[in-house]
């Protein structure tokens, strides 16, 4: 029956191994058969003996044969790391040669353990390492068939996924195969007995006792639920919250509390598994209120403050908000601070307490609306119905102005050098404000422009204290020769008072 699987073997594994590494599978193959031929020499012992040592002697030859560096070249080709192979070739090489050496010397019961131990481990580490190329070739066909395609985590990600999950499949192939190497030399028991020694031995600090084991058990309860919270929020936000209709920033207070809330389960379950009484706590839990009451009040404020930013909601990721000097878009809200996004391009940490206790405000709370205001000015003489339907008829030529509310043009009233204009516009494209005012103010110089209407430059009248007496009078003469200051689109020019002097 070993020989019939041997002959499944030799026809189906050589399509699922590399070409650099099927000459080792055939030369296993070999040492195979020989080992059920020297299974029929039982009833001989010396002759069973002498083959035991020829396989022996082969074997060592061959380890020998694989030190050259051009074979140890197409390792990494076949997915195979050259340092481990390297240390696994020198360990064999070292237990075959104690092997051979321990049955010449008439130690025939330690060179049959430690040779029967190498052989039947790189069998076992054959047959893994097809079962392993299996189960890849299966995984990357099943993440790309059509099963998971309803699934849009997997569907956007589907490459990452498949690389994990070998990932993992690689690693618990590696540790099957060394907990069946310590079974085929016959060392597992004392291996896990001695490893079991070492972690459960207890640690007496004062009253604590505890272990190394207890310590490697919250570890690890730790990193899973780590890696579960961060799987299940990931889930939500790409998978889950996306196909329900719900308001803005209610999917990131749902993540993010079940984030929250995985890790403090998360947290208990790592402290039960450590073997800790959780009655104990209440001390711990009166020291850490003594500790908050005087040294983690800032702490506390901004972690409540979360809380209330994830469940109030008055401030959004994605809003744009502006505190004090600073003008952003809130990228994340996190458990002590959040994160705001400049418009020149800087992320700025800002603590939850300042967005809760302080003023601020929320360009986008309700909806994305945003008001933009034209000023304009025109010279005086200027017919302002002209002016206010001018500048309507620009706001009704920019497609990113919205209709409702409709466009408003106001005659702000009588200036010190012009009639003043304001346009009112609204936009739903509150990341473009900046942009469609400045096309406004290009759009209504042009308009004007065309419109042969003057935008006056600013009109002062200077009155000079001291004149030198030769100046004087060619001055009031010209003042006098000059039309009234009221006229329209006169410029007065500086006149002195004639009483002044120095």
């Known amino acids: 029956l070993l020989l019939i699987a041997l002959l499944m073997s030799l026809r189906l594994l050589p399509l699922l191994l590399e070409p650099q590494i099927r000459p080792a599978f055939y030369g296993l193959a070999v040492f195979f058969v020989v080992d059920r031929v020297r299974d029929l020499l039982v009833g001989t012992?010396?002759?069973?003996r002498m083959l035991f040592e020829f396989e022996l002697a082969a074997i060592l030859a061959l380890l020998l044969f694989l030190l050259g560096n051009d074979r140890l070249r197409l390792l990494p080709r076949a997915d195979?790391?050259?340092?481990?192979?390297?240390?696994?070739?020198?360990?064999?090489?070292?237990?075959?040669?104690?092997a051979l050496a321990s049955s010449i010397l008439g130690y025939v019961a330690l060179s049959r353990v430690v040779g029967s131990g190498v052989l039947r481990t790189a069998y076992g580490g054959v047959a893994l390492y097809a079962s392993y190329k299996v189960l890849v070739g299966a995984i990357s066909v099943f993440m790309r068939g059509n099963t998971f395609r309803v699934v849009r985590v997997i569907d956007l990600h589907r490459d990452a996924l498949t690389r994990s999950t070998i990932r993992i499949v690689k690693l618990a192939t590696l540790a099957v195969w060394l907990y069946l190497s310590l079974g085929y030399f016959g060392i597992r028991d004392e291996v896990m007995g001695l490893a079991s020694g070492i972690l459960l031995s207890p640690l007496a600090v004062g009253e604590l006792t505890i272990s190394l084991g207890d310590i490697l058990s919250f570890v690890v309860a730790i990193l899973v639920a780590i890696y579960l919270s961060r799987l299940v929020r990931?889930?939500?936000?790409?998978?889950?919250l996306p196909r329900l209709r719900l308001p803005r920033g209610v999917p990131y207070a749902i993540s993010t509390s079940a984030f929250y809330v995985m890790l403090m389960v998360g947290f208990f379950a790592a402290v039960a598994a450590a073997g800790m009484d959780l009655s104990r706590f209440a001390i711990l839990a009166g020291a850490l209120g003594v500790g908050i009451g005087f040294g983690l009040q800032n702490v506390v404020n901004n972690f409540v403050s979360g809380l209330i930013l994830l469940f109030e909601r008055p401030i959004k990721t994605g809003d744009t908000i502006e505190v004090g000097l600073l003008l952003g878009e809130v990228k994340r809200i996190g458990i002590r601070a959040s994160t705001v996004r400049t418009w020149q391009g800087a992320e700025v940490i800002v603590p939850n307490g300042d967005l809760i206790s302080g003023q601020v405000t929320n360009w986008t709370l309700s909806d994305h609306n945003r008001r933009i205001d034209v000023d304009v000015g025109v010279k005086y003489g200027t017919d302002p119905e002209r002016v206010l339907q001018l500048l309507l008829d620009v706001a009704a030529a920019e497609d990113r102005i919205l209709e409702m509310p409709a466009p408003s043009a106001l005659f702000r009233g009588f200036g010190d050098s012009s009639l003043d204009f304001r346009l009112r516009a609204w936009t739903s494209r509150s990341e473009e404000w900046v942009r469609i005012h400045s096309d406004l103010n290009v759009a209504v110089n042009r308009a004007l422009a065309e419109a042969g209407i003057e935008i006056p430059f600013p009109q002062r009248d200077l009155h000079l204290r001291s004149v030198a007496p030769e100046l004087r009078r060619p001055l009031a003469e010209d003042e006098a020769?000059?039309?009234p200051v009221g006229f329209a689109g006169s410029q007065p020019l500086p006149h002195a008072d004639a009483g002044d002097s120095d």
């Open 481 to 483: 020769a000059r039309p």
């Open 80 to 98: 195979i790391r050259l340092p481990m192979f390297v240390f696994v070739r020198r360990l064999a090489l070292l237990l075959v040669a104690v």
């Open 234 to 240: 990931y889930v939500l936000d790409e998978d889950v």
């Open 45 to 48: 012992p010396l002759l069973s």
